[in-house]
């Protein structure tokens, strides 16, 4: 009989990442759970754990590139303006401080949020209103206090009405 690794006899009839990533999970976090450490699959873990910290950044990104978005299609096209916009930025900037709350570490990398959400934000408000892209300015004109902060309240005409800042908080 040859000689076996006993890894590879253990995981024989176990799901594996790439086959059934549900089952996988499950397994691997019943083996975590129940000190089976020699029957984890180490590499897939790490990766994966590492994958959330990207996604979790992906998604504070996200919703600062659509508080941009709408913040220039709010400056660029005055005669657009309406609650929906405003609504969206509302909601984006909720989304943000719940990234921020449940990984604050992310608040060391806000200038990089807003550099990257910036560069799609313009290109997409380009897309949207048709206003030319070098009319965006080329880098964010937006400081975080503004993004996070700034009123969009609609008065007479569709004119901004600064109401002071619905939201609580910054970044440290």
């Known amino acids: 009989m040859a000689d076996r690794d006993p890894k590879l006899?253990?995981?024989?009839n176990r799901p594996t990442a790439d086959d059934d990533f549900a089952a996988w999970i499950c397994d691997q976090v019943a083996a975590l759970k129940e000190g089976r450490f020699d029957e984890l699959d180490i590499e897939d873990l790490a990766d994966e754990v590492e994958s959330l910290?990207?996604?979790d950044f992906k998604a504070l990104v996200s919703a600062i590139r659509i508080i941009l978005l709408h913040m220039l299609k709010w400056d660029y096209q005055i005669e657009q303006r309406g609650n929906p916009w405003r609504a969206s930025i509302?909601?984006?900037r909720n989304r943000?401080?719940?990234e921020l709350a449940s990984s604050p570490s992310f608040r060391r990398r806000i200038d990089e949020a807003i550099t990257t959400a910036y560069a799609r934000a313009r290109l997409a408000a380009h897309a949207e209103t048709?206003?030319?892209l070098d009319n965006f300015p080329s880098e964010c004109p937006y400081d975080w206090d503004e993004i996070m902060q700034r009123s969009h309240e609609l008065g007479p005409d569709n004119v901004?009405?600064?109401e002071g800042d619905p939201f609580q908080g910054g970044v440290d």
């Open 9 to 12: 006899s253990k995981r024989r």
């Open 53 to 55: 910290s990207k996604r």
């Open 90 to 92: 509302n909601e984006h």
């Open 96 to 98: 943000v401080w719940g």
């Open 130 to 132: 048709g206003v030319f």
């Open 160 to 162: 901004p009405v600064d």
